[in-house]
Nanobody
Framework: QVQLVESGGGSVQAGGSLRLSCGATGSTSTTNRMGWFRQAPGKEREGVAVRYTYSGVIEYADSVKGRFTISQDNAKNTLYLQMNSLNPEYTAMYYC?????????????????????WGQGTQVTVSS
């Protein structure tokens, strides 16, 4: 089992930045990859960014390329999401997640259904 706890969310004005953190405990060595997801009210949960645990390969959703950066501190078992140039479109609950197995489909490593462990979420609100 893997336990995930997100932090770092909050309110920020458009154009500002936030850094989200995800602390992982438990059987973290068994994870294939870890990533960030978001869910806005009334919308489906969608993938934001993912990092393969051992290779370091990263995949971003097209909507955040050039604005978000995913990284990991292996010594601390902590996953980060640096979010820059924020606008209200990014307002959502952000979740950290971990997958035990490779992607089901070759065209996406960020399908929520592929992930086995989830944090409780941290709210990000961007005001204009």
């Amino acid at each position: 089992q893997v336990q995930l706890v997100e932090s770092g969310g909050g309110s920020v004005q458009a154009g500002g930045s936030l850094r989200l953190s995800c602390g992982a405990t438990g059987s973290t060595s068994t994870t294939n990859r870890m990533g960030w997801f978001r869910q806005a009210p009334g919308k489906e949960r969608e993938g934001v960014a993912v990092r393969y645990t051992y290779s370091g390969v990263i995949e971003y959703a097209d909507s955040v390329k050039g604005r978000f950066t995913i990284s990991q501190d292996n010594a601390k078992n902590t996953l980060y999401l640096q979010m820059n140039s924020l606008n209200p479109e990014y307002t959502a609950m952000y979740y950290c997640a971990a997958a035990k197995t490779p992607p089901t489909w070759s065209w996406s490593a960020l399908l929520p259904s592929d992930f086995d462990y989830w944090g409780q979420g941290t709210q990000v609100t961007v005001s204009s």
